[in-house]
């Protein structure tokens, strides 16, 4: 580890600016994974940020459609999701959808906004995440989700940006010049996880997660039951989170949740 107090060593900012960055790589991946988080969050007065890393411009069945048309429309989707669940500020990055990468440019564009928020916790995919498979010979009947590409890319751009470029003093340092000083994130959040340790209680929260997510029309059949779909799904992390935790909830949302720093005053109060 370098000297933190070599002359002209620059301190790394440990304090939050706020609660929570949420990030995926399409409109509608944050509403599905932390929506009903976000809204707590929000609800609790709490500041709530959410960053799309793709254009979006891949979703949909109709070929003939013109990207800019189809992403412009997803962003003002997500814009008024957004706005249904309080989460104050959302950001589009706009790689081209179906195409993420890990890249320089990718990872640098994240320091930037992780700099420039400083959210306690950093809500992303689960990199690691590849293939979700029944058993054959148990469930016949199902078939696999192969996790989306820029899911995993996701993933490990986020994590890539924290660790080390976000809190290096010597990463990006043209960004110093814009005032984004290095920083410390406290804590990650990963969803569609399979090694998850957190469930939170959405149930005062639940008819405003599937609001956010009726807000994304191009996405869903228009006689989509949002409600009933995403009542059943948090009805089922609600029955894991009492098998694994004995918690009691109705409806929930499940994370892998990563400890990066605990604050001297946090490290007291448990001792
Ligand atoms: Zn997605």
Redesign the pocket.
């Known amino acids: 580890m370098a000297d933190r107090k070599a002359p002209g060593a620059l301190q790394v900012e440990k304090t939050p600016a706020c609660e929570a960055m949420v990030i995926g790589?399409?409109p509608d991946?944050d509403d599905f994974a932390a929506g009903g988080t976000s809204a707590l969050w929000a609800k609790q007065g709490k500041k709530v940020v959410w960053v799309v890393m793709t254009d979006g411009a891949e979703g949909s069945e109709i070929p003939d459609l013109v990207d800019t048309d189809l992403m412009l429309t997803r962003e003002q989707e997500q814009r008024m999701a957004c706005e249904t669940l309080g989460v104050q500020a959302v950001e589009f990055l706009r790689y081209p959808d179906g195409h993420l990468t890990n890249s320089e440019a990718a990872r640098k564009s994240l320091v930037r906004l992780i700099r420039k928020y400083r959210p306690r916790v950093v809500v992303t995919h689960d990199p690691s995440q590849h293939i979700f498979a029944p058993d054959p010979d148990e469930k016949p009947g199902d078939t696999a989700y192969l996790n989306?590409p820029?899911?995993r890319a996701t993933g490990n751009i986020v994590l890539d940006a924290i660790f080390p470029a976000v809190g290096n003093p010597r990463s990006y340092r043209e960004l110093l010049a814009e005032g984004l000083l290095p920083y410390q994130v406290h804590e990650l959040y990963l969803f569609f996880s399979d090694r998850v340790n957190t469930y939170i209680d959405i149930s005062e929260v639940i008819e405003l997660k599937a609001r956010g997510l009726q807000c994304h029309a191009t996405q869903f059949e228009p006689d989509t039951n949002m409600l009933d779909m995403i009542k059943s799904w948090a009805e089922g992390t609600a029955r894991e989170a009492k098998e694994k935790k004995g918690l009691e909830m109705h409806y929930a949302e499940a994370f892998r949740r990563i400890k990066l720093y605990v604050p001297e005053e946090e490290k007291e109060s448990k001792e």
Request: aromatic share 0%.
């Open positions: 790589a399409h991946d989306h820029d899911h």
